[in-house]
């Protein structure tokens, strides 16, 4: 299984539960899970935390240690999230799938509650979580990538319909 870079994840390395982490994924494909509790091999970008651990170019359960990785989509307690034109609401208490909010633009108050389903609906985002940046490879790059000539490569752009 493949993560794009800079996805909020949890796992377990070897018995330390991971619930605070980001994919780094470098230039050759080889992927790598921040965080602060578990040093193991080093990335170029530790995306602001302290340890990167090695997972490989696909994650299989157990290969390297690395349990239980899967994507941290619902909001945790503390997250801002970002809503409409860039108002914002303080996630204060979990509860099952209830997510309890404070009032928009003032974490002190206590707005109102959600459901997660709701907040993948309307799409919300978790502030400072990072937006994957598109990669820029020359004809050259992905000619060399897969050992073919360049004048044997089409790109076909697709665009993703929201």
Not at 49 to 65: A, D, F, L, Q, T
Not at 92 to 107: D, G, H, K, Q
Request: proline share 4%; aromatic share 8%.
């Amino acid at each position: 299984m493949k993560f794009p870079h800079g996805a909020r994840v949890q796992c377990r390395i070897i018995e330390t539960e991971i619930n605070d982490a980001r994919i780094s994924a470098d230039l050759d494909g080889m992927m790598f899970v921040c965080q602060n509790l578990k040093d193991g091999d080093k990335t170029s970008d530790r995306l602001g935390y302290r340890y990167s651990w090695v997972i490989g170019r696909e994650w299989m359960e157990g290969v390297h240690n690395v349990h239980n990785l899967r994507l941290a989509g619902s909001p945790q307690v503390g997250d801002i999230l970002v809503i409409g034109d860039g108002d914002k609401r303080k996630v204060l208490a979990r509860l099952e799938s209830l997510v309890f909010m404070s009032a928009i633009n003032n974490y002190e108050v206590t707005g109102s509650f959600f459901t997660t389903q709701e907040t993948e609906k309307y799409r919300w985002k978790v502030e400072g979580q990072p937006v994957p940046e598109p990669r820029v490879l020359t004809m050259n790059e992905i000619a060399e990538k897969f050992g073919l000539p360049v004048d044997q490569i089409t790109v076909i752009f697709r665009v993703k319909k929201e």
